[in-house]
């Protein structure tokens, strides 16, 4: 079964600093991965995807996450923290279940602050 | 374009009562799939519906209904209802079916249902 697990479920960095949301994940097969963000009282948007290419994915507003496969790991970077990325960060991977249709699963996530 | 819609945006109910939510995807977009998510935690997935057909369904109890109309909107219904099922109710739409690696789901703002 697939799963994954968002190390922190806070962060608090500065703005302009860098930032490290943390992902591991477990899978029996290669995995497709990807980080959403949830602004309050907006929708889920996706932020980046993997799906076995690059290993370094680029993604939306500077983010940008790296698949380790020898850590089981995703992580979610970017080089400086601008004040509208406060919000929810979730890791999630694709679970597929029978017929050949997939669902999104989630991880708990993790809550950013930025700080002036 | 409009995004995806729910309605309504806030719900109270007490329990034991039934609810109705309902959601409007992108234009032109055939699956529509429903995830819960509770406070704290990620979203959960409940129903995937395309081309007006259940094609996945999460563990959830039969009190969980849904249906997926011709103009591709959908309802998700919740009988009896009791605390626990108080939550952030999200829908997602895409072409295809949802959830894929190469299937980009958009997302609503959700229904916040509370139950007292």
């Known amino acids: 079964a697939q799963s994954v697990t968002q190390l922190d479920s806070h962060v608090s960095v500065s703005e302009g600093t860098p930032v490290l949301l943390r992902c591991n994940y477990s899978?029996?097969?290669?995995?497709?991965l990807f980080w959403y963000v949830q602004h309050p009282n907006k929708g889920l948007q996706l932020l980046l995807k993997?799906?076995?290419?690059?290993?370094l994915v680029k993604g939306i507003n500077g983010f940008e996450a790296e698949f380790k496969k020898s850590e089981t790991s995703f992580h979610l970077t970017k080089p400086s923290a601008h004040m509208s990325d406060a919000a929810e960060y979730f890791c999630?991977?694709?679970?597929?279940?029978?017929?050949?249709?997939?669902?999104?699963?989630f991880g708990a996530g993790t809550r950013l602050a930025v700080h002036p | 374009d409009a995004g995806v819609t729910q309605s309504p945006t806030h719900l109270i109910k007490t329990r034991g009562q039934h609810v109705t939510l309902r959601c409007s995807p992108i234009?032109?977009?055939?699956?529509v799939s429903w995830y819960q998510q509770v406070l704290g935690q990620g979203p959960q997935f409940i129903f995937q519906?395309?081309?007006?057909?259940?094609?996945g369904r999460g563990n959830f109890p039969d009190r969980f209904s849904a249906r997926q109309f011709p103009n591709y909107s959908s309802e998700l219904n919740v009988n009896a209802l009791l605390l626990g099922d108080s939550a952030l109710y999200l829908c997602?739409?895409?072409?295809?079916?949802?959830?894929?690696?190469?299937?980009?789901?958009?997302f609503g703002s959700g229904t916040q249902l509370s139950v007292l």
């Open positions: 999630v991977v694709i679970s597929t279940f029978s017929g050949g249709y997939n669902k999104l699963i």
């Open positions: 234009s032109g977009h055939k699956s």
């Open positions: 997602a739409s895409s072409l295809r079916w949802g959830g894929t690696a190469n299937e980009k789901l958009f």
């Open positions: 899978s029996s097969y290669s995995p497709s």
């Open positions: 519906y395309y081309e007006k057909e259940e094609r």
């Open positions: 993997y799906t076995s290419a690059a290993t």
